[in-house]
């Protein structure tokens, strides 16, 4: 599927089939309730951080403190969303992302048990034998932390306990090879000069 960001921000799209425990590469955005611009504002095609702004992007920053195997990859915020690459090492990961993305190679082995045992091409990557037996993280666990983090911190800023300023869905979508890859990139990183076109704009409805 051809990358579209008119559709991306609007609705998850679930590949029947993938295994979100595997291992992959994602492309996910997460937006403001009522898109309220909650994290700053764009200033002649730049994207200025408040201080609610700047905590959630710490707190992205920081959850590979939380989650060892994952790999955070291109990240942007804007006033009232964000858009953010990250990777899950495992054998559903294509060893071609891997590499691009700086995130070790596994790819399956020999079967225990009739289940797949993942070998590690890459024992000096920041993945290791020593985390295999722990549940692999999927990408529902990094999503649902970042945003209960996030809530949490935007609250105690704001002095509004209880409040629910991120949107309860989010979009994402699984990034397939490396030509996909840079495209998104390159969306994400140039995202603040298409403001004025963002269909998450709330000066364009």
């Keep these: ?14 590949l029947h089939g993938h295994d979100y425990a595997g291992g992959g590469a994602y492309f996910v955005t997460i937006c403001t309730r009522g898109k309220k611009c909650l994290f700053g504002e764009i200033v002649e095609g730049s994207m200025i951080l408040n201080e609610a702004g700047s905590l959630v992007q710490r707190v992205w920053d920081t959850l590979p403190q939380r989650f060892g195997s994952l790999v955070l990859d291109a990240f942007q915020m ?5 858009h953010a690459i990250f990777v899950l090492p495992g054998p559903g990961l294509e060893p071609a992302l891997a590499v691009a ?3 070790p190679v596994i790819q399956p082995s020999a079967t225990r048990r009739g289940r797949a045992c993942p070998t590690l091409l890459d024992p000096a990557a920041m993945y ?6 722990r549940p692999p993280t999927k990408m529902g666990d990094v999503v649902g932390a970042f945003k209960s983090i996030s809530t949490i911190a935007i609250n105690k800023l704001m002095s509004h306990p209880g409040a629910r300023p991120l949107h309860e869905n989010f979009y994402e979508h699984i990034i397939r090879d490396t030509g996909e890859l840079e495209m998104i990139r390159d969306y994400i990183i140039h995202n603040p000069q298409r403001w004025l076109e963002d269909p998450e704009n709330p000066d364009l409805t």
Excluded at 3 to 14: G, T, V
Excluded at 78 to 82: D, E, F, K, T, W
Excluded at 128 to 133: I, L, M, P, V
């Design 1 to 14: 599927m051809a990358y579209d960001p008119r559709l991306h921000h609007r609705r998850s799209i679930r």
């Design 128 to 133: 290791n034998a020593g985390t295999a037996s």
């Design 78 to 82: 804007m006033p009232n969303h964000l």
């Design 101 to 103: 993305t700086g995130a």
